[in-house]
Every structure is written in structure tokens, then in C-alpha cells.
T-cell receptor, first 111, second 113 residues
Framework: GESVGLHLPTLSVQEGDNSIINCAYSNSASDYFIWYKQESGKGPQFIIDIRSNMDKRQGQRVTVLLNKTVKHLSLQIAATQPGDSAVYFCAEDSGNTPLVFGKGTRLSVIA | DAGVIQSPRHEVTEMGQEVTLRCKPISGHDYLFWYRQTMMRGLELLIYFNNNVPIDDSGMPEDRFSAKMPNASFSTLKIQPSEPRDSAVYFC???????????FGPGTRLTVT
């Protein structure tokens, strides 16, 4: 889930298992959410997005779930692969131009 | 499109020296963002531009930091004088007018000794 403080939470998953990464967002007025993946030595890369009028969206091996009641966002990765190892950030857009990024969660895939 | 381009990719400098980081956004994008990323503070927004005009620079740490965007295809982030605590990875990102997604460059890893 989201970090509170200086330490990046880490999720360790066995290769082939499903991963669930959680995010608590802050602004109930946010109407657009994005998940980014950041691999070591690279910039964050777009994975999947969802609008506030949806509660689920699926991509290739990834699913994003949105629960507006509790301001919670999750990213599910099916059949996790070693290449999925990275830091994952959620970001929200509340109408102000810059996205607001969470602290990130490190996903470590055990082969 | 080549994506957002940043240079240099790595910069090592001594305390007190001037550092200039460069960014070329994706062609046609109206917004440009500068971020700093550290282990301690995560990803921090420093400043962003819309149509080459600075809109919000409240994230710029102090007067030693300045950013310019002289045209739609080029922006610089300057640190003068640099200090060891400025060591971080600096990202540039751009965004089109119609979408929400920000596209990030590969970053510049700055080390100030």
C-alpha cells in the first residue's frame, strides 16, 4: 500500500502468482487516476488509467479497481513475471493540472 | 516520436558549481513538468509550464533553483550554486492539452560532491 513516511513498502510475490498493489488517494474530487511503473534507472511509465465514473478497468494482465467510498485504488497484476519487478505509483488528477503522485510500492518478483 | 528527451543522463559536479539540466518535450505537448526524485522524499513536483509560461513554481526548493522554457521544444533547470543535498534524479515530463497522462523522460542523475 501507500507509504506513510520515508520507507517504501515492498511486496514480494512468487513468479506466476497474482499481485495486488494498493493506494489510498487523498482528494474525493479527483476524477482521473493513473498507475505508473518505474523500473530501475528509468522514468515512470504509464500502465493503466481509470475515470471516477468507473469502478474497474482491465488491460493486458492488469486490472485497476476504484473504490470511491473509501478513496482506495488497487492494481492487480495477473501471473506476475520477473519483468514486473519495479516501483509502482498511483497518481490522481483533481482538475489541477499536475498529477498528484503517491509514494510508491516496490514489487519484487521471486523466480 | 522519440519521447521526452533529457540530457545529460548523468552529471557529477562539485559543490558550488552551476548545473544545467535540459529537456525536450514531446512535440505538440502544451505542458512541461520538472520533478525531483529522492529516496527520502519520493517524487516531488518542482515547477510546471503551460505554453512556455511558468504556472506554478511553488515546489522549487529555493532561489538556487531556476527553470526556463524559451520555446515549445526546450526547457532548462538550473542549480546555482549546487549543494550535496541537491543530489537526486531529476525528471522532465510533458503532457498534451487533451489528456491527463504525463510522459516522463529517462531522468538525469545528479551527484554533487
Amino acid at each position: 500500500g501507500e507509504s506513510v513516511g520515508l520507507h517504501l513498502p515492498t511486496l514480494s510475490v512468487q513468479e506466476g502468482d497474482n499481485s495486488i498493489i494498493n493506494c489510498a488517494y487523498s482528494n474525493s474530487a479527483s476524477d482521473y487516476f493513473i498507475w505508473y511503473k518505474q523500473e530501475s534507472g528509468k522514468g515512470p511509465q504509464f500502465i493503466i488509467d481509470i475515470r471516477s465514473n468507473m469502478d474497474k478497468r482491465q488491460g493486458q494482465r492488469v486490472t485497476v479497481l476504484l473504490n470511491k467510498t473509501v478513496k482506495h485504488l488497487s492494481l492487480q497484476i495477473a501471473a506476475t513475471q520477473p519483468g514486473d519487478s519495479a516501483v509502482y505509483f498511483c497518481a490522481e488528477d483533481s482538475g489541477n493540472t499536475p498529477l498528484v503522485f503517491g509514494k510508491g510500492t516496490r514489487l519484487s518478483v521471486i523466480a | 516520436d522519440a519521447g521526452v528527451i533529457q540530457s545529460p543522463r548523468h552529471e557529477v559536479t562539485e559543490m558550488g558549481q552551476e548545473v544545467t539540466l535540459r529537456c525536450k518535450p514531446i512535440s505538440g505537448h502544451d505542458y512541461l513538468f520538472w520533478y525531483r526524485q529522492t529516496m527520502m522524499r519520493g517524487l516531488e513536483l518542482l515547477i510546471y509550464f503551460n505554453n512556455n509560461v511558468p504556472i506554478d513554481d511553488s515546489g522549487m526548493p529555493e532561489d538556487r533553483f531556476s527553470a526556463k522554457m524559451p520555446n515549445a521544444s526546450f526547457s532548462t533547470l538550473k542549480i546555482q550554486p549546487s549543494e550535496p543535498r541537491d543530489s537526486a534524479v531529476y525528471f522532465c515530463a510533458s503532457r498534451g492539452l487533451a489528456g491527463y497522462e504525463q510522459y516522463f523522460g529517462p531522468g538525469t542523475r545528479l551527484t554533487v560532491t
